[in-house]
């Protein structure tokens, strides 16, 4: 009873940490995605005078082009957090962008796309990609192209939910939905359901594989109150293969911690990933190698104020980068692997005083180049050695 009552101290405590931070240094809306093209072009979308706009550099970040736009005029645009503007590219000058619509009521929205086939040029209507269009939450959107030029996007849902409480029972957390489009983006066909009981505002980290599926790394309510993460596969025509639980930290909180994982694979086709926790045994961030049943070569990412950390690899090198807050200014750090996770190398790389958005890992040609969007420097690149 001792130690389980000191292990919620400490998780009250470090919510209370995480909360004062996210106050002190709210991103207000810097939230924003970045992607290199088969060219070695950067592009970057962001929220820009209240729309989603569009970015490219030809200088790995040096300079940008000048904005061009993917959302309608005078439509709301979530950019915060998890919730932020996605962008992905694909042979042939095309660039797709997705994006949360906030609707009326709290805590709904529509999950909306956008593309570009002249090379950012110019974008076509937005479309909404799910057929469920009731007043409901449609949120959190994920975004990925496979090898194949299909593009998919994942989001979290609560239709589910919905119909649980309209037939009086209950139901844990959100569900997991996903679309996809054969013809690059023109239309996407009846989405369909991914998983039951996702958490209701992590992000979701898509990655596509050679054999055409894609796999996904979400925060997932295990019963009765467990947030702990789960990995599944699944294919662009609506085939899911079914969970397994990915992660083993026991996080019992019935409280939605806005801290989405992210995850990559390796020459060796195994499956890196980096997430938050506040679980009793090592709270923080950790960064593992999830296999079958658990996690291998696992660490603890940073100190007690590490959070938001992003992962990629390129052959069997792997990258991390985080950012921390030391109570008066914010840090961004990287880790570096050259043997798969094994052994390591940290890396200060910045730091600033004003606001700041999640940083993004990126690879091209073989290298990291880290994508963090702050007040002080907007879309700021630094490559890693």
Same mark, same amino acid.
Do not use: N
């Given at each position: 009873?001792?130690?389980?009552?000191?292990?919620?101290?400490?998780?009250?405590?470090?919510?209370?940490?995480?909360?004062?931070?996210?106050?002190?240094?709210?991103?207000?809306?810097?939230?924003?995605?970045?992607a290199f093209d088969a060219q070695g072009r950067l592009w970057a979308a962001y929220r820009h005078q209240g729309r989603v706009a569009v970015r490219a550099s030809e200088d790995l970040g040096a300079t940008w082009s000048e904005p061009r736009f993917a959302s309608p005029e005078n439509e709301p645009v979530a950019a915060?957090?998890?919730?932020?503007?996605?962008?992905?590219?694909?042979?042939?000058?095309?660039?797709?962008?997705?994006?949360?619509?906030?609707?009326s009521r709290p805590y709904t929205g529509e999950i909306r796309f956008a593309r570009s086939v002249d090379g950012g040029?110019?974008?076509?209507?937005?479309?909404?990609?799910?057929?469920?269009?009731?007043?409901?939450?449609?949120?959190?959107?994920?975004l990925t192209v496979l090898p194949d030029g299909q593009v998919v996007v994942a989001?979290?849902?609560?239709?589910?939910?919905?119909?649980?409480?309209?037939?009086?029972e209950a139901y844990r957390g959100a569900a997991v939905y996903a679309a996809a489009? !054969?013809?690059? @983006?023109?239309?996407? =066909?009846?989405?369909? #359901?991914?998983? &039951?009981? %996702?958490?209701?505002?992590? +992000?979701?980290?898509?990655?596509?594989?050679?054999?055409?599926?894609i796999a996904m790394l979400w925060r997932h309510v295990f019963e009765p109150d467990i947030r702990d993460h789960a990995l599944a596969s699944f294919r662009p025509d609506g085939q899911v293969q079914p969970l397994r639980r990915a992660t083993f930290d026991d996080?019992?909180?019935?409280?939605?911690?806005?801290?989405?994982?992210?995850?990559?694979?390796?020459?060796?086709?195994?499956?890196?990933?980096?997430?938050?926790?506040l679980g009793p045994r090592a709270p923080g961030v950790h960064y593992g190698r999830l296999v079958e049943g658990g996690v291998e070569a696992g660490r603890r990412v940073g100190g007690e104020?590490?959070?938001?950390?992003?992962? !990629?690899?390129? @052959?069997?090198?792997? =990258?991390?980068?985080? #950012?921390?807050? &030391?109570? %008066?200014?914010?840090?961004? +750090?990287?880790?570096?692997?050259?043997?798969?996770?094994?052994?390591?190398?940290?890396?200060a790389l910045d730091a600033t005083e004003g606001a700041s958005d999640?940083?993004?890992?990126?690879?091209?040609?073989?290298?990291?180049?880290?994508?963090?969007?702050?007040r002080e420097r907007a879309l700021g690149v630094w490559r890693l050695p």
């Open positions: 009873m001792r130690r389980r009552a000191a292990a919620a101290l400490l998780g009250a405590a470090l919510l209370a940490a995480c909360a004062g931070a996210r106050a002190q240094h709210a991103h207000g809306g810097l939230g924003a995605s970045a915060d957090g998890d919730a932020r503007p996605k962008i992905a590219t694909a042979p042939g000058g095309r660039v797709y962008v997705t994006w949360t619509r906030p609707l040029h110019s974008f076509s209507e937005a479309l909404t990609v799910h057929t469920d269009r009731q007043e409901i939450t449609h949120r959190f959107d994920a989001w979290i849902d609560k239709r589910d939910l919905e119909a649980a409480r309209a037939r009086g489009s !054969a013809d690059g @983006g023109a239309s996407f =066909a009846r989405d369909f #359901k991914v998983a &039951d009981h %996702s958490c209701e505002c992590c +992000r979701l980290a898509l990655l596509p594989r050679a054999d055409g599926s996080w019992r909180v019935d409280a939605c911690p806005h801290h989405g994982p992210s995850l990559a694979e390796d020459a060796q086709g195994r499956l890196h990933a980096v997430w938050f926790t104020d590490a959070a938001h950390a992003d992962i !990629a690899v390129t @052959g069997m090198r792997v =990258a991390v980068a985080w #950012k921390g807050f &030391d109570g %008066s200014r914010t840090w961004l +750090r990287a880790l570096l692997s050259e043997d798969g996770g094994e052994h390591w190398q940290e890396l999640q940083p993004r890992v990126l690879t091209h040609d073989g290298r990291f180049f880290v994508f963090w969007h702050t």
